[in-house]
C-alpha cells in the first residue's frame, strides 16, 4: 500500500504493508466553484449581523485582523473582497494588523507572499508585538483572574473585523473565531497564563471541544470584551481550497464553521492502534518542530499506551531556534521530568504548551520524527527519537510488536480528529 503525506509542499509517499493498516482522513470536501463570490455573498449576506458594508459608517476606523504565515489562512483571497466592501471608506482610516500572537514578526517578502503585493504596497500593517507594553491597553481581568491586555491599535479601532480559518485545534478546541484575538493580538501574560499548565491540563483542553474548555471560554470571553464587529472565517480542504465561508456576528459565524469541521474531521475508530504515523499537515504548518506538536497531539488521540508514533514534518524553520521551546525542552531529560517542570506552581514560559503536551504524548507513546531538515542530533536534543526512513522504522517497529501489530495512518495530521469510541 502507497500512502502519500502531507509533507513540506509536495509530500512524501509511503510505502505500507497490505494488511493491518487503517487510513484515517477527514471527509474531502470540493471547494467552492467560485470562491470569490462566495466570500462576496457571505460579507452581504452574513450569519446574525448586517452587512458588512452596512456596519461600517464614514466616520469609521477599522481594524482587519489577519493570520500570520503559520496559518494556511488564504488571506490573498479572503481580504481583497473583504476591503473591496470598504471601498467607501478612505485606506487611511483601515489598518490591518498581523495577528503574531508571540510569534516571530513576518518578513516583508512573506507580507507579500500571504496578502499579495497591491494590498501590502496600499494599505497600513501593523504587525503585533506582546512583548511592547507601550502598544497595549488594558481591559480589566476575565472570570479566571487574567488582565486583559491586548494591541492598542486594535483597540482604539471603532470597527474591529476578525478574519481566519477554522481547524481542528490541540487544546482550544478549533482554530478561528476568537483566537484572532487570544492569542493573535493579545499580551505576552495573557497569552501564557490562558496557554499555562493548569489550563491545559483541564479535560476539556482538547480537540473539537469549546464550550467546557477553559483555554477556548477565555479566548471567547476576551474576544469579546473587545468588542468586534465582524467574523470572516472559511474552511479549506487538502488541497487548501475554500469548501465554507463563515461571516457575521463572532459566535454565530464561528458556531457554524466549527458544526461543518466536526461532520468533516471527526473520524471515528473502533480501537487504539500499535503505531500511528502522521504528518503535521504540510506547509506552512509543518514549518517547524513546536508546530509538529500538533500532528503528535492528534495521532495521540488514537494510540495505545506505549505504542508508537512516527510523524512527518518537514521543519524548514528548524526546532525553532526563536522562542523557548527549545530551552525548555533541555530543562529535562525525559518527558516524565520535563512534565513536572511545567507543572511547578507558578511556572510561565513562552512556548511552555507545546513541550507541555509534547511531554504528555511521550508519556503515552513514543515519537519518531521523520524531518527534512532536522539532523538526528537536533531530534534526540528535542527528546525525541530521529527517524531516517518511515519504512525503515516501521520494520524494526512491526519486529517489537509482532506481524498483526495494527498501524493508523493520518496523511493530514490535525485536520482530522481522530477518537476511539
Not at 53 to 58: D, G, M, T, W, Y
Not at 59 to 88: K, W
Not at 159 to 174: D, S
Not at 263 to 268: L, S
Amino acid at each position: 500500500m502507497r500512502v502519500r503525506l502531507a509533507y513540506g509542499r509536495e509530500g512524501l509517499w509511503v510505502d505500507l504493508p497490505d494488511r493491518n493498516v487503517t487510513v484515517v482522513e477527514p471527509r474531502f470536501v470540493e471547494g467552492l466553484p467560485d470562491e470569490e463570490a462566495a466570500i462576496v455573498q457571505a460579507l452581504r449576506q452574513p450569519l446574525d449581523s448586517p452587512p458588512l458594508r452596512e456596519l461600517v459608517k464614514p466616520e469609521d476606523t477599522v481594524a482587519v485582523v489577519f493570520s500570520d504565515i503559520t496559518r494556511p489562512t488564504p488571506n490573498d483571497r479572503l481580504l481583497p473582497p473583504l476591503l473591496a466592501e470598504l471601498s467607501h471608506l478612505p485606506r487611511e482610516q483601515i489598518v490591518l494588523i498581523n495577528a503574531l500572537g508571540m510569534h516571530r514578526q513576518n518578513t516583508e517578502e512573506e507580507l507579500r507572499g500571504m496578502l499579495g503585493a497591491d494590498i501590502v504596497g496600499n494599505y497600513r500593517i501593523v504587525q503585533h508585538d506582546a512583548w511592547d507594553e507601550s502598544g497595549l491597553v488594558n481591559l480589566g481581568r476575565t472570570r479566571f483572574g487574567h488582565e486583559i491586555l491586548v494591541n492598542r491599535t486594535y483597540a482604539e479601532a471603532t470597527v474591529k473585523i476578525l478574519t481566519g480559518f477554522i481547524e481542528p485545534h490541540f487544546f482550544a478546541g478549533f482554530s478561528g473565531g476568537p483566537k484572532a484575538v487570544l492569542p493573535g493580538v493579545a499580551g505576552v501574560r495573557l497569552v501564557l497564563e490562558n496557554h499555562s499548565a493548569a489550563m491545559l491540563d483541564h479535560p476539556g483542553a482538547t480537540w473539537g471541544v469549546t464550550v467546557g474548555n477553559p483555554v477556548w471560554e477565555e479566548m471567547l470571553e476576551v474576544a469579546l470584551k473587545t468588542a468586534p464587529a465582524f467574523l470572516l472565517n472559511v474552511t479549506l480542504n487538502r488541497e487548501r481550497a475554500i469548501t465554507g465561508v463563515y461571516a457575521g456576528s463572532l459566535q454565530v459565524a464561528h458556531r457554524a464553521g466549527t458544526a461543518a469541521v466536526r461532520q468533516t474531521a471527526m473520524v471515528r475508530v473502533d480501537a487504539p492502534f500499535d503505531i500511528v504515523i502522521t504528518s503535521n499537515s504540510g506547509y506552512p504548518l509543518d514549518l517547524n518542530l513546536y508546530q509538529a506538536v500538533k500532528g503528535m497531539s492528534a495521532a495521540a488521540q488514537v494510540v495505545r499506551e506505549g505504542g508508537s508514533i512516527i510523524i512527518a514534518a518537514e521543519c524548514w524553520d528548524g526546532v525553532p531556534d526563536h522562542g523557548e521551546y527549545k530551552k525548555i525542552l533541555q530543562m529535562a531529560d525525559s518527558p516524565q521530568a520535563l512534565l513536572e517542570v511545567i507543572r511547578r506552581p507558578g511556572f510561565l514560559m513562552v512556548d511552555q504548551w507545546e513541550a507541555h503536551v509534547q511531554a504528555r504524548v511521550q508519556c503515552r507513546a513514543e515519537v519518531y520524527v521523520k524531518s527534512r531538515y532536522l539532523s538526528e542530533t537536533e531530534i534526540r536534543g528535542a527528546l525525541l527519537r530521529p527517524c531516517r526512513q518511515i519504512e525503515e522504522t516501521l520494520v524494526e517497529l512491526l519486529a517489537r510488536y509482532g506481524p498483526d501489530a495494527r498501524i493508523c495512518v493520518l496523511p493530514e495530521g490535525p485536520q482530522t480528529i481522530p477518537y476511539v469510541g
